[in-house]
C-alpha cells in the first residue's frame, strides 16, 4: 500500500487510444506519473497487415525496440502496466518493456482494453514476464471503459489497496476510507 503520488508510475501501451484513456483516468484519480512506450518501427496501419505482424510476433516472441522513455521504473513502488488485448496476449511492445525492465519488489497492477475477446491468461502472462513482481489482479476494460471507468477504476484501486493523498483528499474518499480497515494499513496517514 502507498500513499505517496511520486511512487506510482503508469506506463501504457496503446495503438488507437483507448489503452491510454484508461491510463490518464488512473493518472487522474493517483496522482502517478504517466509514461508512455511506443515502438520504433511504427505499427502498419492497415488492419490486416497490422494483424499478420502482430500474430508473427507473438508466435516468435520477437522483441520490440522501443524508443526511448524518459521514465525509468527504478524510483517507483507501484507500476501499473496498461496494454490492449491483441491476439488473447498482451501487445508485443508492453511484452518487450516488461522483459526490458526489472520490476523485482514493485506492486504491479495490470490493466487491459479489449473488444469483447474473453481475457484467456493476460494476466498470466504479466506474471511470467515479471516473476519477481508482485502482480496484482487486474482490470479488464471493454474498449475505452466510456461512462462506467471513473468507478471501475476506483472499485479496482480500493481492491488492491491503492489509496494516495489525492484520493484522501476527495471528501467521500476519506468518509469511506475512514470506516475501512484497510485505509489504516495506509503508510502516511499524516499526508492528510
Ligand atoms: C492486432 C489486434 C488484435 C486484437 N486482438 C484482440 C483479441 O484477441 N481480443 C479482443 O478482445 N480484442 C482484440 N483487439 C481489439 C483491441 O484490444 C481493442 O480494440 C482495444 O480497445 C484497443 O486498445 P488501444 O486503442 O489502446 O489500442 C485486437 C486489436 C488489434 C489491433
Redesign the pocket.
Known amino acids: 500500500m502507498k500513499c505517496m503520488e511520486e511512487n506510482i508510475l503508469i506506463v501504457c501501451y496503446?495503438?488507437?487510444?483507448?489503452?491510454?484513456r484508461i491510463a490518464e483516468m488512473i493518472q487522474e484519480q493517483t496522482g502517478g506519473r504517466l509514461s508512455r512506450i511506443y515502438p520504433r518501427q511504427p505499427y502498419p496501419s492497415d488492419?490486416e497487415t497490422?494483424?499478420l505482424q502482430?500474430k508473427e510476433e507473438i508466435r516468435t516472441g520477437k522483441k520490440i525496440w522501443l524508443l526511448p522513455v524518459d521514465e525509468n521504473a527504478d524510483k517507483y513502488d507501484v507500476v501499473f502496466v496498461g496494454t490492449?488485448?491483441?491476439?488473447?496476449t498482451i501487445a508485443p511492445p508492453m511484452a518487450s518493456w516488461l522483459g526490458e525492465n526489472d520490476l523485482t519488489g514493485k506492486t504491479v497492477l495490470p490493466f487491459f482494453?479489449?473488444?469483447?475477446?474473453e481475457d484467456k491468461g493476460m494476466e498470466q502472462a504479466v506474471r511470467d514476464l515479471c516473476p519477481t513482481a508482485k502482480v496484482g489482479s487486474s482490470m479488464y476494460v471493454l474498449?475505452?471503459g466510456s461512462e462506467d471507468l471513473h468507478d471501475m477504476i476506483q472499485t479496482w484501486l480500493k481492491q488492491e489497496k491503492v489509496f494516495t493523498k489525492r484520493m484522501i483528499n476527495d471528501k467521500e474518499q476519506v468518509l469511506d476510507l475512514e470506516t475501512d480497515s484497510t485505509y489504516n494499513m495506509c503508510e502516511d496517514r499524516k499526508l492528510k
Open positions: 496503446s495503438y488507437s487510444g483507448k489503452t491510454r488492419f497490422l494483424l502482430v490492449p488485448n491483441w491476439c488473447g482494453s479489449h473488444c469483447g475477446g474498449e475505452n
